[in-house]
């Protein structure tokens, strides 16, 4: 059985400062103006210039997919702010940096390669560490802990 041991506070502290970088990032940066306009064009009828983009390169359901990525970047940044199944959310998040990454370069949208690879970097690390002990993971973790001993 594999056990996680103990990391110092500063490690926990850094991981903390870190998850909290990254998921705000994505979030105020991207996630945030895609979710506004997947509502905007849910509820209000307008054009949502990413749809057409996914259908110029010949990719099937552009639209669940796009709505997809937007809830992706919208929601699952959250989670990792306050350290909620980070693991999870991370991998997820990677799913999706993978798939932009391949997506811009048949787009021919040049430039942002090197954002989604430090992205990719970044969530990438908190895939595999967590998020640490400052999160709602860690009290999972402790319950799951406490409950062995017994």
């Not at 940096?97 to 989604?116: D, F, K, P, T, Y």
């Not at 999160?135 to 062995?148: A, C, H, N, T, V």
Request: charge should be positive.
């Amino acid at each position: 059985m594999i056990t996680r041991q103990k990391a110092s506070p500063i490690v926990d502290f850094s991981l903390l400062l870190f998850r909290l970088g990254c998921g705000l990032l994505l979030l105020l940066s991207h996630g945030w103006s895609n979710a506004v306009e997947a509502w905007n064009y849910v509820w209000k009828d307008q054009p949502w210039s990413f749809i057409d983009q996914l259908a110029a390169a010949d990719y099937p359901f552009p639209v669940l997919l796009a709505s997809g990525a937007a809830a992706i970047c919208a929601v699952l940044p959250a989670s990792i702010v306050l350290g909620f199944l980070t693991r999870i959310c991370s991998g997820l998040i990677l799913i999706v940096l993978v798939m932009a990454l391949v997506a811009g370069s048949q787009l021919g949208a040049a430039g942002q390669e090197e954002l989604i690879l430090l992205y990719i970097l970044a969530f990438g690390l908190l895939f595999l560490q967590g998020g640490g002990a400052f999160g709602i993971d860690s009290l999972f973790y402790r319950k799951k802990r406490s409950r062995q001993a017994l």
